[in-house]
């Protein structure tokens, strides 16, 4: 689903937290700016953020510190109807 | 109305549609789908730029976004969103220490967008939940809130409607960019006559049955009001509380017309239009007040007559048997000459009439369940 506005599946950041990984995204494809975040800062209700496999969401989330050895996945939840 | 066709447009829970004729409106062409699988609370074109379309989308994964179509529907592509002012420090806005200060609060969903007066052809409005109005004078490139709505006083004791705090009913009069009405659920509508700066509340003799004082100044869920195509100072008001009728610009007190004998049963519903055809008319879909569905076992649109000060109803509840819900945008008319009336239910069934409300016919195409009708 992210591909509508990121157009690849993989990439390396020098972010060192989860919520600076967003915003390095957000200036490299500004499409997405907005869509994983709303303007509280909060992450979006489907939103789930994974580092090295654990699931950080509703844990330390953004706050979430990175040194450029962690394995970041952003997915969306498979909900709705 | 551009070209010889008549096309609908319609917003439904999973995208979409555009439904084209030509002006006999007799048989309807359904496009496929745009923004397939996304709430779409408010489709609308742009008469000042013909094929310009605006579609008010939300999205549980994305969050609103406001979308274009420059060809009348056949490609979008999204333009700038209001939003709210982002918070600098990124941190979750709220004020446990003084609970009335105002809070800002991020845009929830986007409800109706409506093009600016006609002598300003570059300026749109947006109205959004949380109770948010804001303006844009360079057709979505930006948008600036309108300070005094979504800074107003009397914010603190606003709360939301079932489908939230939306700020669903946005009317240029046409005579002068000037002079706006708003309607907001669960707090009623306001009226401005400097375009914007400063707001005052009409909603005298509008019943709130769910507050201890029944006839507040605000607080009434005002579910959408239509503007007489002949005479602005009249309006017609269905409310939470009735439908109603106003004469003099909404300042001063309503008529309830939903308790003028010979009418609906229930004066309930969310739904109201007006045809430019038909001055002095006004079209309803009652509902009942527990279930929200129609009464009498099918669906049913009823005319309300102002220059007579009587009703009668359009259609008999055979014609289309079943329990019908209908949105607040569920009903529009066309432009022409017999009125076209347009009903799209929740439940996904678009019906229409092609003459005033003398026949009527479902559109062959079951869509997702619909929010909004509108017709270009």
Redesign the interface.
Same mark, same amino acid.
């Given at each position: 689903?992210l591909r509508e506005f990121v157009p690849t599946t993989s990439l390396r950041s020098d972010a060192v937290t989860v *919520?600076g990984l967003l915003d390095d995204l957000e200036r490299r494809f500004p #499409?997405l700016k907005?869509?994983l975040r709303?303007?509280? *800062?909060?992450l #979006? #209700?489907?939103?789930h953020v994974f580092v090295d496999g654990v699931n950080v969401t509703r844990g330390t989330a953004?706050a979430t510190p990175l040194d450029g050895t962690h394995s970041v996945e952003i997915l969306?939840s498979i909900? *709705?109807g | 109305m551009a070209e010889s066709k008549v096309r609908v447009l319609v917003g439904t829970r999973k995208g979409t549609y555009i439904v084209e004729s030509t002006k006999a409106r007799k048989t309807w062409k359904v496009g496929a789908v745009s923004n397939p699988g996304r709430e779409i609370y408010h489709v609308v074109s742009d008469p000042r730029h013909p094929g310009h379309l605006y579609a008010a989308v939300n999205s549980g994964f994305w969050g609103p976004i406001l979308y274009r179509s420059p060809n009348w529907g056949r490609s979008w592509e999204e333009v700038t969103t209001p939003l709210t002012e982002p918070s600098k420090d990124r941190k979750p806005m709220f004020n446990d220490a003084d609970p009335t200060a105002p809070v800002p609060r991020p845009v929830q969903n986007l409800w109706h967008v409506e093009p600016g007066h006609a002598s300003e052809p570059n300026t749109l409005f947006i109205g959004v939940d949380p109770h948010f109005l804001f303006r844009s004078d360079d057709l979505a490139k930006t948008w600036e809130p309108v300070k005094a709505i979504n800074e107003h006083p009397g914010r603190k004791d606003w709360g939301p409607g079932a489908g939230g705090a939306c700020l669903h009913t946005i009317i240029v009069d046409p005579r002068t960019p000037k002079r706006m009405h708003i309607g907001l659920s669960a707090v009623g509508t306001f009226r401005s006559d400097d375009a914007g700066e400063h707001w005052h509340p009409t909603n005298a003799k509008v019943e709130c049955p769910f507050l201890p004082n029944p006839y507040p100044e605000t607080g009434q869920c005002v579910h959408h009001v239509a503007l007489d195509p002949d005479d602005p100072d009249v309006a017609y008001r269905q409310d939470h509380g009735g439908m109603y009728v106003h004469h003099h610009g909404m300042d001063g007190d309503w008529e309830r017309i939903g308790k003028v004998k010979g009418g609906p049963k229930d004066d309930f519903g969310f739904a109201v239009a007006t045809a430019a055809s038909r001055p002095g008319r006004a079209y309803f879909v009652p509902l009942t007040g527990e279930a929200r569905t129609t009464p009498n076992g099918g669906l049913q649109v009823w005319e309300w007559n102002d220059p007579a000060h009587k009703w009668r109803t359009l259609m008999s509840p055979r014609t289309f048997a079943g329990d019908y819900g209908v949105h607040r945008e569920g009903l529009a008319c066309d432009r022409l000459d017999p009125a076209g009336i347009y009903v799209g239910t929740t439940t996904g069934q678009l019906v229409l009439s092609p003459d005033a409300g003398r026949s009527w016919r479902q559109v062959p195409f079951q869509f997702p369940g619909i929010h909004s009708v509108s017709v270009a």
């Open positions: 689903m *919520g #499409r907005w869509k709303d303007e509280a *800062g909060a #979006r #209700r489907y939103v953004l969306h909900a *709705g | -």
